[in-house]
């Protein structure tokens, strides 16, 4: 395709980062579920959020071939792209997108409304720098698993942090804490056209190289995340036994 996409008149643009060469499971993104592939269950959520153009960024021919196979658009990155967001923000330099989504690319049951949502929130709410989701939750394992990212939320779901520790601690075992829900953190990030470039020239931050998590770069620098709350949200793909876990999720979900 071509590199020019400065035709693109919508005012928001879905990125779908997708790494061939992924550490713990390779080309994690082409293994199948109920005969797709694990990008095309994404795209195919971003297509039917119908939010904008979807593209899909990589450093790896295969996945341009793959993503041809079911009408995607594909773009070749830099191989010096660090990371997903580095990717989404190479594409998002080619257009005139206000609003760029990065849904990343092992998130197979990542749902259209909640792009949607995503979408919304960063138009609505003119203090948020990037928006994103959480999924309340009660299950313990889910909490405890340290995949599974746990966001703290103030009183407008303004993030004050994220950790793969069990945040925030529960002191006191009541039956008033107990009721009080977690919230695990999706793969879906949205950010104003200048909040993303702001957030790709920022060095690396302590918390981040600690956690290994992007998102805390941001709110080292006072960026403004803020969240939607999604009912449920399936497993995401990083190693094979999440695979599995999520053969068994659409089983039990179709």
């Known amino acids: 395709m071509s590199d020019n996409l400065n035709d693109n008149l919508n005012d928001t643009l879905i990125v779908i980062p997708a790494r061939y060469g992924s550490t713990r499971l390779p080309a994690k993104v082409l293994e199948e579920i109920e005969g797709k592939t694990i990008l095309q269950w994404v795209y195919s959520a971003c297509k039917a959020a119908n939010c904008g153009e979807v593209i899909i960024a ?130 879906i990030y949205g950010f104003k056209r200048d909040a993303l470039e702001k957030f790709v020239k920022l060095p690396k931050s302590a918390l981040e190289s600690l956690e290994k998590l992007e998102q805390l770069r941001a709110l080292e620098a006072g960026m403004t995340i803020k969240t939607i709350l999604i009912n449920k949200a399936g497993p995401a793909i990083d190693t094979l036994q999440d695979l599995v876990a999520a053969k068994e999720y659409i089983k039990k979900n179709k």
Not at 110 to 137: F, Q, W
Not at 159 to 179: D, H
């Open 58 to 187: 990589t450093e790896n021919e295969k996945i341009v071939e793959a993503a041809a196979k079911f009408g995607a658009k594909a773009m070749m990155t830099s191989e010096a792209c660090q990371s997903g967001t580095d990717r989404v923000f190479e594409v998002a330099q080619k257009t005139q997108a206000k609003y760029i989504l990065n849904v990343q690319g092992d998130e197979p049951f990542v749902a259209p409304a909640t792009i949607a949502g995503v979408v919304k929130l960063l138009k609505d709410d003119e203090k948020v720098d990037i928006s994103t989701a959480c999924v309340p939750t009660l299950d313990t394992e889910a909490v405890n698993n340290p995949n599974h990212v746990k966001a703290v939320l103030n009183y407008d779901k303004r993030a004050l942090y994220f950790s793969r520790s069990v945040v925030p601690y529960k002191r006191e075992q009541t039956e008033e804490t107990l009721k009080e829900p977690y919230f695990i953190h999706c793969g």
